[in-house]
């Protein structure tokens, strides 16, 4: 034990020295392994996502954006799909078509516009509150419901597309009705709504006065028969209530209103491989992927360019390895005085070498501690950064 | 306490040869060991303490035949029977004064460090006037405070000889009377048996007895002569 504690004592008068010794061995024991853990954890945890998802229809382009953006609601948006492609997929009478809207968000959460059906689908549970019914409302996912702080009753803004762009989308002031029990997937993180308030989000859809009214007179340019040209002056609701709800509606075509993607559940194998052919045609607009085929492709690459990395950082690895040996050689040498003393005192070569070997475990042990502390980290966390990093 | 019988010893790169029919120091006596280089005073505080072997001849301390020792052995008697007090201090930079001090129980486990030995350390360490700074490292001490820390491991042991080599090198003038003053004091109330190599002709009075090292045809002499006291 008396080793022990001078060996604990060198180490403490030499703390940078040691600090910097443990630190770099650290990194040694933990890139190569926590990188390993890191992909794979990632790879299963999109994996699980994509094997649950049977189909996906989008715009032709991307399949890897469409995937991403459809499973994970992340990475850059695709072509939207002009909406009479939900009433294909469903008249098709193969499958159930559940739409996605994305592209928008609220304080950096992304709003997904949907139905029910897709809560049914991904089984997510309300913990709090209520699904989404009426125009307006929203559902928070657990992640995103504990960071921004709110629960049903409380209302929350959609952020604009651009700041700068007067003309643009104005933003919508949601009402929070509910929020999802956690799942540790990507539907924490977000907030649903009806597909139609995502339309209003967009802008395709809006509320106005009652311009038949004599309070709106002032924004009535021109009237003819039931016809009625408004001015700019009539005031738009920027939050839907109980009172200005049946004040909303869409212009325009429903069926060419934009969707992101759709999900599409088909009822059997035979049903998918049918409505996989429908949408082989060369003048096919759409495209229609299986998102684990796709996400196979991209883990592939990735297990690759890891495989690289793991064999770089293992060469870098040995060379640390040999260098903080030579450190601790030149070391010995210059205690070359300290250590004579001490045999002239009385210590045997064996004390000396327990001496020495006690301060190489120490640094040893305590860089291989701070590596799985590390790698603890990694496996609790690390997953959610590189989906992060891989999908944006 | 210590008798030397045809005593030889040549260094290994040859050239010179100590030669000693014989030396016999009483227990107790404090003996100034003087030469000119290499005339071979320290190779005689090594030969005694079991560090070198002789090439023939008889090395008795106490009742121990040094020269017959395995070399655990003859590491086992310096630990417990040699205090060493070196020209260059010879403090471990990242101890402690205390815990230099404490070194030898550390180093080897013949001596188990017990409460009793801390506190006669912190004891040893307050009457050479280093007890507040028994926390300190050697760099921030003076150099005749280091030269004290020093000469308090070699009497922490209660050992029954000191061999010193050339203790105050190192010194400046006053200093060096000083710490030869303490280590003959110290020595004496312990009761133990003090060596001590020095060129410094000062000196001398303190002693009870002088050995003046000289080389003759490539062989030692030694002059016994009293010293002041």
């Known amino acids: 034990m008396e080793s022990l504690y001078l060996a604990w004592r060198y180490l403490v008068y030499h703390r940078f020295k040691t600090l910097l010794l443990v630190l770099s061995l650290t990194l040694l024991f933990f890139v190569p392994v926590g990188l390993r853990v890191l992909v794979q954890q990632t790879a299963l945890e999109l994996q699980r996502r994509a094997a649950t998802t049977p189909l996906l229809v989008g715009a032709k382009g991307s399949s890897l954006d469409l995937v991403l953006s459809g499973l994970y609601f992340e990475g850059t948006r695709p072509e939207p799909l002009k909406g009479a492609e939900i009433e294909r997929v469903q008249d098709s009478g193969l499958a159930l078509a559940i739409p996605l809207h994305l592209g928008f968000e609220a304080q950096h959460h992304p709003i997904v516009g949907s139905t029910v059906e897709y809560l049914d689908f991904r089984a997510l549970e309300i913990e709090v509150g209520r699904r989404f019914v009426f125009l307006g409302e929203c559902v928070l996912g657990a992640a995103a419901a504990k960071e921004l702080g709110l629960a049903p009753g409380s209302t929350l803004v959609s952020s604009p597309q651009n700041l700068f762009d007067l003309a643009g989308v104005y933003p919508l002031e949601m009402q929070v009705v509910g929020v999802l029990a956690p799942k540790g997937t990507p539907d924490d993180r977000a907030i649903f709504v009806d597909l139609k308030t995502a339309w209003v989000i967009e802008g395709l859809g809006h509320g106005h006065q009652d311009l038949s009214k004599d309070d709106a007179a002032a924004g009535v340019l021109k009237r003819k028969g039931s016809q009625i040209t408004a001015n700019a002056s009539v005031r738009e609701f920027q939050r839907i209530t109980d009172e200005n709800r ?21 009822h059997d194998a035979k049903s ?41 950082v293992v060469l870098v690895g040995l060379s640390t390895l040999a260098t903080a040996f030579l450190v601790f050689l030149l070391s010995w040498r210059l205690r070359r005085g300290e250590i004579e003393t001490m045999v002239r005192i009385g210590a045997s070569k064996g004390r000396i070498r327990a001496l020495l070997l006690w301060e190489l475990a ?16 990694t496996a609790s966390q690390g997953g959610a950064l590189l989906r992060h990093l891989l999908l944006t | 306490m210590i008798r030397i019988q045809d005593l030889s010893y040549r260094y290994p790169e040859g050239g010179f040869r100590l030669l000693l029919p014989e030396l016999d120091v009483a227990r107790g006596e404090a003996v100034a060991l003087i030469g000119p280089s290499g005339s071979g005073k320290t190779t005689l505080l090594r030969l005694i303490s079991g560090i070198l072997l002789p090439e023939a001849g008889r090395i ?34 990242y101890l ?44 921030h001490l003076s150099q005749g405070e280091r030269q004290r820390v020093a000469i308090a491991r070699a009497l ?30 110290k020595a004496g109330e312990a009761g133990a048996t003090l060596l001590m190599v020095t060129h410094d002709h000062a000196l001398l009075d303190l002693f009870g007895r002088v050995l003046e090292f000289g080389e003759e045809e490539g062989a030692t002499t030694l002059v016994d002569r009293e010293g002041a006291q």
């Not at chain 2, 630990?79 to 007090?85: D, H, Q």
């Open chain 2, 60 to 93: 008795h301390v106490g009742d121990q035949d040094v020269s017959s020792l395995s070399e655990s052995e003859r590491r086992a008697f310096r630990v417990a029977g040699i205090g060493l007090v070196f020209q260059e201090f010879e403090l471990v930079e």
């Open chain 1, 246 to 266: 049946d004040s909303f509606h869409f212009h325009g075509d429903r069926s060419a209103f934009p969707v992101t993607a759709i999900l599409a559940l088909p």
């Open chain 2, 156 to 185: 922490v042991t209660e050992a029954p000889l000191i061999l010193a080599d050339e203790p105050t090198g190192n010194l400046d003038p006053q200093t060096k009377g000083q710490v030869v003053e303490l280590l003959r004091t």
């Open chain 2, 96 to 139: 402690s004064i205390l815990d230099n001090v404490l070194l030898p129980f550390r180093l080897h486990g013949r001596l188990r460090l017990r409460d009793a030995d801390r506190e006669r350390a912190a004891g040893t360490l307050q009457d050479l006037s280093l007890g507040d700074k028994m926390d300190r490292r050697p760099a």
């Open chain 1, 272 to 312: 998918k491989a049918l409505l996989m052919g429908r949408f082989q045609s060369k003048d096919e607009t759409s495209q229609i992927v299986v998102p684990s085929k796709i996400l196979d492709q991209l883990m592939g690459t990735v297990f690759t360019v890891q495989d690289y990395i793991v064999a770089a």
């Open chain 1, 362 to 377: 120490f640094v040893l042990s305590l860089s291989v501690l701070l590596a799985a502390v590390l790698l603890l980290l």
